[in-house]
């Protein structure tokens, strides 16, 4: 058994040209059992800039917590939103700092620089490394897959439209083969003047 | 009171001291291995690394990829860590502690070099890595190759994860070390010009790329010399190119996939000064 499947669940976030795209399944499970079908692993931490923590469940709320509270005293010390880089510093200073005796959850970010609006996505193994490819990043039980099929449906310089397919239909094709995510998913779609969270048809097993 | 005061105080341990280690999962994580749960794949850098010393300076190189078990999981990643403007470090090992140790030893060099108003020595960044990894049995998996100019001339040591270090002519790391090396071993002379340390930091690279499957993707190079530093990268050899471009684009049209909620929220943007 593998803690970081025990409740099951994947994020993947692709970058277009000014925009992100964050989507995550729905499932929480212990092992085979569903215990909920609307748990998202994605979590607003200012507006432009999302977090989607994938593993053991239990880290992932504990971590999100912290990093929260680290954020908003960020926020209240530097009088100015987070940028998504320096957030993922944090994150990944915080997943260190547990280097031996490490929550079981991967990070990623995904976010727009508040000023400059340019995209960043980035994903952390669980203490902390942090990864920032141009294209897309996953984390969680169904990673292996969406890492295959998002390397065929990614290209450079997607739009906001364009991107949204591509991540759903990625997330879609991940939730085929990934037993331990599934039951919906939804995917947010982050531009410099506005966010769309959509839920999208899914397989519901 | 003292009870709240206590709670919080381990609540809050890992932001009270934020320069140390935090050990309060270690009981459940224990009991959890005993349980027979499988601990996560760590992010390792598998990778080649190569340096080599040359008639006037430094050359050294890293491939990029980063696995996780099998599966690649950063096809450009920074192995070649900057420490001072003249010393870089190469990094094999657990790349989370790669990232930290090399942070730490730049922010250490360069409080350094304000303090005593002298630039950082290659053998002052070797003392501190030893001291910081040997303190810690292994246990920081950072094996590292750390080169450059100082005004004592040009250097290259060799730090392993549980403390052992070594001043060296030509090094390689990693699990692509036994390929590279071969190449350094056949090749590398005295009084080499840059051109030639660069042809054979590159070709080394080359045979640890080819060999090994944990390195590959592209390379990254620097030349470190009394006057100058040069960064070279990401250089991608001919045969980690994709060999034909990909036939058909997957463009999906508007509204391919099925939407069953949707909800926007929608900010005004406020003009903003650029402060940079």
Known sequence: ??????????????????????????????QMNTVAVDQKKVHKISEKVYVGLCGFHSDAKTVLDKIMFRKNLYELR???????????????????????????????????????????????????????????????????????????FWRKGMNSEELFEATAQSMLSALERDAASGWGAVVYTITKDKV?????????? | MAALDAFQNGVLQCEVEPNAFDFSNCTRNCALARMGTAPPRL???????????YKDGVVMGADSRATAGNIIADKHCEKVHYITDSIYACGAGTAAD??????????????????????????????????????????VGAYLLIGGVDPTGPYLFDVSANGTTMARPFAAQGSGSYAAITVLEKDWKIGMTEEEASKLVQDALHAGMHGDNASGNSLNLVVITPEKTIFRGPIVPD??????????????????????????????????????
Do not use: W
Request: charge should be neutral; include cysteine; charged fraction near 20%.
């Open chain 1, 78 to 152: 530097e009088n100015r939103s987070i940028k998504p880089k320096v957030l993922a510093t944090i994150i990944s200073n915080l997943a260190y700092q547990h280097r031996f005796g490490s929550y079981f959850t991967e990070p990623l970010v995904a976010g727009l620089d508040p000023v400059s609006h340019k995209p960043y996505i980035c994903a952390m193994d669980t203490i902390g490394n942090i990864c920032t490819p141009e294209d897309f990043v996953a984390i969680g039980t169904g990673a292996e897959y969406l890492l295959g099929v998002s390397e065929s």
């Open chain 1, 196 to 205: 769309n969270i959509r839920t999208i048809k899914a397989r519901m097993d």
């Open chain 2, 98 to 139: 790669l990232d930290q140790v090399t942070k730490m030893l730049s922010s250490s060099l360069r409080l350094l070099e304000l303090n005593t108003g002298r630039k950082a020595r290659v053998i002052t960044a070797l003392r501190i890595a030893k001291q910081h990894l040997f303190n810690y049995m292994g246990y």
């Open chain 1, 1 to 30: 058994m593998s803690i970081m499947s025990y409740t099951g669940g994947t994020v993947l976030a692709m970058a277009g040209d000014d925009c992100v795209c964050i989507a995550s399944d729905l499932r929480l499970g212990e």
């Open chain 2, 239 to 276: 045969f980690c190119n994709k060999p034909e471009p990909i036939e058909s684009d997957y463009k999906f049209k508007s509204g391919a996939t099925t939407v069953l909620k949707k909800k926007e929220i929608k900010y005004d943007i406020v003009e903003s000064m650029d402060m940079h």
């Open chain 2, 43 to 53: 992010n390792s850098t598998g990778t080649t690394i190569v340096a080599v010393t």
